[in-house]
């Protein structure tokens, strides 16, 4: 019996003669099966797109899962916030890396040592940052997947060696790399273009530990210093670190709370970590689902409110505040 392939079938086949990506293979056969004509003559013919289907549904999995598995910058959240390092080649992101958390990244005093993300968690009081390392951000190479964890930081550490020569140019470079991509260390003049993100950034003048460092810096805070918060640091000595953890808490625009179950001490060492302007009721959905629907009222010990004050879960939290949540 002829198989009587009708033009639409032929198109599709066409097309899956062409196809070069897994996923457009598939959709091309899974057409050719809906458009085949449904008879004895075509029984071999449907058997045979059916094990193309199953085998091309395996490849694409396979792929797809290779891919995630491989892409570096698919690194999860955690701590209280992401700061991501950037910064032109060897100007001591890697150091800085090692000083702030218990990371091992490979330093060294060549271009382009970090060529996959490392990371590490920076503990400051009684919570920590996640704090991502990276290759350089310049012209000559730079990764595929780099940008993407650029977008995803809640601050950028904007790290340059103000010992090597073109240093302010490559401020400029690394700024104007970024706006290409659409992503600005600074507000913008205007509307943000469709697509943008503005992500906080600290300057970080690195290894101040060097002979002239002041008056290197000094020239750096020059030309930049209103454009971003500067910080003078080292690696070397620790120069100025501790503060710079500080700060770090104080730009996220985030509050610590300590819950209390009732009759019992606060638990002091856990707090829950909120945006500032949240509360009680986005306290519950960290808690627990179940107070959500169930809260009756709170309790709170905080140096803006007196000791056991009743408050209702419209309530804004502050940083240190103790809750007592009943339902």
């Excluded at 891919?67 to 800085?96: F, Q, T």
């Amino acid at each position: 019996m002829p198989a009587n392939l009708t033009p639409q079938y032929l198109e599709a086949e066409q097309r899956y003669k062409q196809a070069t990506q897994p996923d457009e293979k598939l959709a091309a056969l899974q057409e050719m099966m809906s458009l085949i004509p449904k008879h004895k003559g075509t029984e071999k013919l449907q058997a045979e797109i059916k094990r193309k289907i199953a085998q091309q549904r395996k490849e694409t999995q396979k792929k797809g899962k290779a891919a995630k598995r491989h892409d570096p910058s698919n690194i999860p959240r955690e701590g209280a916030g992401r700061i991501v390092l950037v910064g032109p080649p060897n100007a001591g992101k890697s150091a800085l890396l090692a000083a702030l958390t218990n990371a091992q990244p490979e330093v060294a005093p060549w271009e382009f040592t970090t060529r996959l993300p490392e990371q590490g968690m920076v503990p400051w009081e009684d919570i920590q940052f996640q704090l991502i390392d990276i290759p350089a951000i310049s012209r000559q190479y730079m990764e595929y997947w780099v940008m993407n964890l650029v977008r995803s930081a809640d601050l950028l550490f904007l790290v340059v060696d103000h010992a090597k020569p073109g240093t302010l140019e490559d401020i400029e470079e690394v700024d104007a790399i970024l706006r290409e991509q659409k992503i600005f260390m600074r507000p913008v003049a205007g509307e943000l273009p469709r697509g943008g993100v503005v992500i906080p950034t600290f300057l970080i003048v690195n290894k101040m530990d060097l002979p002239d460092a002041e008056e290197n810096a000094d020239v750096v805070a020059e030309f930049f210093g209103d454009q971003y918060e500067l910080h003078r640091v080292s690696t070397l000595n620790g120069l100025n670190l501790e503060s710079l953890k500080t700060r770090v808490f104080e730009v996220m625009s985030i509050v610590r709370v300590y819950s209390k179950m009732p009759g019992k001490p606060p638990e002091n060492e856990r707090p829950y970590v909120l945006d500032k302007g949240q509360t009680v009721e986005d306290l519950c959905r960290k808690v627990h689902n179940d107070f959500v629907d169930n809260l009756k009222f709170a309790r709170i010990w905080s140096k803006h409110a007196y000791d056991g004050q009743r408050v209702t879960r419209e309530y804004v939290l502050e940083d240190g505040d103790i809750v007592e949540l009943h339902r």
